[in-house]
Structures are given as C-alpha cells and as structure tokens.
C-alpha cells in the first residue's frame, strides 16, 4: 500500500460533489487513508455540484483537491451536457429499467481514467469511486463487472502497474441502498447541506426535487428515516 | 459493423497530429470507413500537433472533427506538459528501455475513453489508435495486452455494449517499425508535412531534431530509403 510522506496511505477519491461521493470520501478517511479528491468539471448543466465539492473537500480537510476540466459537450450524447430535457416525475419502478438520456457516454471510464493518471502522479494506490449498483439509474457503468475490468485495465495502463504495484478500484457503496447510504454517511460526519445530487437545479442551487437523482434520493433518505438538509436548507 | 446515413460504416480515429495518427486515418479510410476524428487538446507543450490535426483532417476529407479539451496539467506528472526538461539526444538503444519523463500518466486510457464516449454517441463500432509496440518510447499503455483490456472494458462501459454491440478497438500499427509506417502512409497518399511528432518544438513549430519523437521518426524515414518532407520544409 502507498503511504503519503506522513505516512498515511494515500487515496484518490473521485468527488462529485453529490452524496454518494461524499460518503465514499467518508469511508476513505475512515479507512485511514490521505484523501486526493479529484472533481472532473465536464460542462454539466449542474455546474453547482462543483462548488459543492470544493466546500466539501474544505470541511474534510482534504489538502490536495484537484478539478479537472474536460469539455464533453464537444462529444455530447447527453441530456446532462446539452440542452435536451431531464427526465421529471418518473415512477420508481422506470428508473434504473433502461439507459436514461442523463447517461453520459463512456462518463465513469473517463473519470477512472483521470483519477488513474492522478494515482499515478501522486503514488495513490487505490482509488474510490461511488457507483452504486442497486438504486441505480441504468447507467452500464456502474455494475461491478465494468468496475473489476477497469481494474484489470489499470494493471496494463500505468508505469506503476509495469512495476507490480496495481491500483486499487474500490466502490464501497455498490451494495448499499440509497437509505443506507445517507445512514452511512451521517454516521461519519457528513453534512449532506453541503452536497448536489440535482440533474437540473434552479440557478441558486436549488434541486427541482423532481429528476430521477432528486426522486432517488428523497427515497434514501425517507427509507433511512431522516430528513435530507440540503432539502430542508433549499426546498 | 455500424454504418453512416450514407451507408459507410463509421469509425473514430484518435488523431493527435503525429505521423501515426496520421497513417491510421488513411487506413480506416482505406478500409472503406466513414471517419469521425477525435483530436485531444491536453495542455501539451507540442501545440503546433493540434493545428496540424485540423489540416489534415481538412486535406483528408473527414468531415466530422472533434478537438476536445482536457486540462491534463491539473494533474501533472509528465514532461509533456509541464515544464521539465523534454530528454534529447538519447542513444536509441535508451530509448525504449524504460518509461520516460514524456510519459503522460493514463493518456491512452484517457484518449481511449474519449474516443470511446464519441463512438457511442456518433454510432461508431470501430476505434483506430496508432498505438505503436516496435519502436515504442516505452510507454505502458501502448503494449497490445493493454489494448485488448481496454476492447473488454468497452463492452461493458456503454450503452452500445449492453446492447450486444461491441466497439472494435484497431491499433494497425502495433507490429509495424517507423520506416514501414511511413511507406504505408506515403503509399495512401499522406502528406507527411501534415504532420508534427515533435515533443518541444520551436515557437514556429518546427522540430527540434533531437527528443524522442523526432530520433525515432527520423530513423523511420531513413530505414524507408524515404526523405522526411516536414524536415524538408522546416528544418
């Protein structure tokens, strides 16, 4: 395992800025590791969740928070890159039943892909990334088989992996229910205020309560039994 | 295999500008593909290459070409854009015999999953790479083990690989030298003065003669008995 010069072991954790990613920054730190958080700025219309995940970083305590900047409305394919409509109001047993329109091509991959280069630059020998399998909104990219092919790949990709030292791709929340992600997540400190999970907010922030995200988490949070802050705060 | 409105079959072409990228387009357009370009704007300091892309795509016909930028320095770690020392002059036996500081941590993976987001989005089954594994700079993510892990990962990554509909991922070049890369180019009617391998060109983006890139793409053009016609004009 690679240590941090304090001797830490060090992390990459890839940071939304929405509440999976905060809580799989949670479980990094609890599992003691240096948390490097990596935010890919993408060109998505919910521009807020990147000022979420700097606050989020900052209240952390992370010291090395990098934003990437990656245009994908040149690639497009996606309602949460272009102008088409998000999908509002759909009943729970449709999400997660095909690929919405919010599917951004390829998204995960090229996330992984970015925080591998950052794991290699920073000598971070696992990486957190917060797909989850069972709430899931239909995206091909979050089902673990992807996820250990994507490990598989970072063996043969990097300088470090010639070396014999792989890199480690770890989703904790993939077998976790929305509920016991927020119960997760506010059993380790995190203030959910402080995150976005809105496909398409109001332009103070606020979420419409209404897009596949809004709906998938009011359903966590009811199902855990607490009330969401950041609704609270906003709605 | 996909095919366009036109009833070509389509394919993404990574075209960095290089003499590679450049060879591979004339063979995806040789075997009868409708290409989309995929141009990776990362912050490097060989800009002149992005330029040269749009050129050449232009001279080629393609007329769907996407220059995408990613702010690769956010995360470092490569000479290529960063400010340390491009090595020069190195003997060829060196070259080759370990990873070097122009190795951008991840880039294939990254150029890879860009390629692969535009394949989906533009209905694409094939991505040509030049990925070269002969007189390769030692870069671990041009070795062909590393290409067929990326093949498997694409099938579960997307959309298109839940459907059944693999992405096709060619590297034409991985068992060609530099000299048999310039004949087959030169044989499909490619204007290598299109083209920029430089690693540290000049403001006028002429060659510097003597990185990596341009030791290999030199001897490459004197093992084809051939004369490098960018040296010509620029040098």
Redesign the interface.
Known sequence: MQRSPKGEPRAVVLLSGGMDSATCLALAQRDGFEVVALTVDYGQRHRVEIARARELAQARGVRDH???????R????SALTGTAEVPKDRPAAEIGSQ?PVT????????F???A???A??VAAGVIYIGATAVDYSGY??C?P??LK??E???K????R??RGEPVEIRAPLLALSKGEIARTGVGLGIDYRMTSSCYDPGDDGSPCGRCDACLLRRKGFAEAGLVDPALRTLG
Chains 1, 2 share one sequence.
């Open positions: 990098r934003v990437v900047r990656v245009d994908l040149e690639i497009g394919g690929v599917y951004v091509p390829a998204r995960n991959t090229l992984l892909s970015l591998l280069g950052l290699e630059v091909p990219d089902r088989a992807f092919a994507f598989n790949l970072a043969l990709a990097t300088a992996g010639l």
